[in-house]
């Protein structure tokens, strides 16, 4: 069995991917974040494999061969940099997991029970937004400051709003505009005490920074860990110190009140925050508000959205270039090459796009359309940027291959050249995420097949920062044939863009496209087209189906059988003899598919087959009808609820062992004092069993049900019985000495049956 290395598109990324959507379904695999990139506490360049949001936690997932942290087979240096790393990703407030390749492979099931325990059974996962490009920052204060406009049309925005007796609202802004920024300056137009908090110290540290600037003339203190300037005018806090330490303020001690990453708002720990505060005025910030599975809770808290700044309205204000695109359809056929929710198998595409037909015509695009103009051509692997590297020096024009595994001396003498204009054809397959950017970049060749759409929007910041002198973008996407589930990601796709035109600008303010639409209906070409070989008048509709999108507003087959009270075989069967028929099947492989079910196809269902509906809402009422109208064959399911009762900790877990010992001691108790023990075909009736064998039993006839309603979940790796989160933590001390009663009371009928 071959050992993989985690890298970027690598096999065991694929793998986790794959056991990732086994886990919580393919369309939920969407929201990982490949290859995230930040600075450990040194200010050193790292990657980290996965990450994304689950409520307010952020996590991050490393995927490591065996030998990559045993101290006995790589060096103390490479280990104490490997520990310094994960040490810093605890240290920015993320939990991190790990899992060995090797361990993947030969125990799938055990790395699966473990997401489920790490992440819960109803996540609710966000994704990560952090990729739109942000231009040089410079020192700020409150005499140098230059507002740019969608900060002044939020400020606006917000002033309006309290004008209109507004007590709370939301401001959307991408990663890097600003966001902080905009709040402060809000914040000291009121004038009031402000409270601003975060969930890490960083982000905490540069709200303080930023209200020193720019608010000089008031006080700025810290309120976290060991630090509490609790008198401050403006205290920048942790959002679980200030939680810990409620009493220790008034209810009315701030006037304006500033809630960072605003998408956490439905977490507990922010629920209790503002609760308690009785602010003037309530902000959130966030850049990720619609994609969020709650969406609606955030905006239930929130109310209204001052001001939004995604990619497309960071264009139309200046914020970032214009994008122009060209097409270039290859002859590469993808529609065989296996994939998940995230990305193409890359044995698979390899195998398709490492053809010197395929890079041939990528050199050609170049000669032909672009020349001397700066490029950075996006390629699938290192090989493969080697590969077209070589063939651009063959045809006389200089490029450079440049990767993350460079070394360092040699990748940074390659980028200075690329920005200083020397070196006109730069070929990556990374996101050279170390920190460096080039704005003068003109030109980006989409050659590398993505399905994934943050690496995609990735790609394309990289030439989307202004520049003296640079106009716009030119993207030149190669699209290769594809079905329609597994099309790669293209600007088109991206944005939802249903007409090209090649040349033509497919992201401008509305009056410059207006104006060159203006052109194209006279017949016309657009100046800027002049120096481009290009046909203005080319002219075709785009397939855009995005199956990503259309099955997120769906249930998958996964959560169908966890939303009705009857059992996943029952659905399979279903399912299988088209009793019950998906909305969208999504084809992963020849022999693998997902399925999904719209809200009112679930609703149908329930109603044609006589379902019961579960939420979270109704799923301890369900849980207590369950054991009120336990039905009984054997002895088992009460005494199952006994042991648990008995056993579980405070997140309603207990171990198999401690449930097997509770049958045996219940049933040899009863045998000891004489009293009906259970039928005489149990085994705990004929005695002489292993505690295998009791636990077998337990696990087929009391647990089944159970689990089939989703109620009781055994994770067999580790041996534990996991109460449904939903129902366990809403169980009153009441609730749970009724159901004791409940078992006591059904027991006691049960045996005196049996001695009849």
Known sequence: MPVYHAATGSAAEDLFIDLFSDTFGAEKAGYLYSQYPFYDIYQNSRFVDFVLENGARRIAFEIDDEASHNPKLVSSGKFWDDLLKQNSMVHMGWDVYRWAVRQMQTQPETVKDELRIFLGNHPQFREIEDYLPTQRGHSISAENLHLKEHQKEALASLAAMRENHETIALLYHATGTGKTVTAAMDAKSCGGRTLFLAHTRELVDQAAEAFEALWPEVSVGRYMENVKESDAHIVCGSIQSVALHLEQFGEAAFDYLIIDEAHHASADTYQK?????????????TATPERTDDNQVILDIFKNTAHKLDIRTAVEIGELVNVRCIRIHTNIDLTKVRFNSVQYNIRDLESKIYVPERNRLIVDTWMNYVKDKRTLVFCASVKHAEQIAAMFCERGTEAQAVSGGMKSTGRKECLARFASGNLKVLCACDLLNEGWD???????????????????????????????????????????NASQYNMPQSLHRLFRLKDYRAGALALAPGIQKAAEEGLYDRGEKPEALLDWPVDATDYEAVDIFNWQEEAAGMISQMEFVRRVDVQSETIERYVREGLLIPDLIVPMSEHRTFKYFKEETLNKYAQQYGWILIDDGNRKDIFMGMIRQMDMSYSYKPVLVKAILVSADAKGRVKLDDLTAYFRSYYENRHAAGLPVEKASSIFAKGDYTDKEAERNILVNPFKRFEDMQMLRHTKTLGVVQVDEAVWKRLSGDEKAEIETICEEKLNGYFQRLEK
């Open 438 to 480: 080039c704005p003068q970049t003109e030109v980006l060749f989409m050659a590398r097949p993505t399905m994934s759409k943050v690496l995609y929007t990735q790609q394309l910041g990289r030439g989307m920062r202004l520049a003296e002198g640079k106009d716009y973008l030119m993207v030149f996407d190669f699209v290769d």
């Open 273 to 285: 925050v503002l609760a308690w505060f009785k602010p003037q005025f309530t902000l959130g910030l």
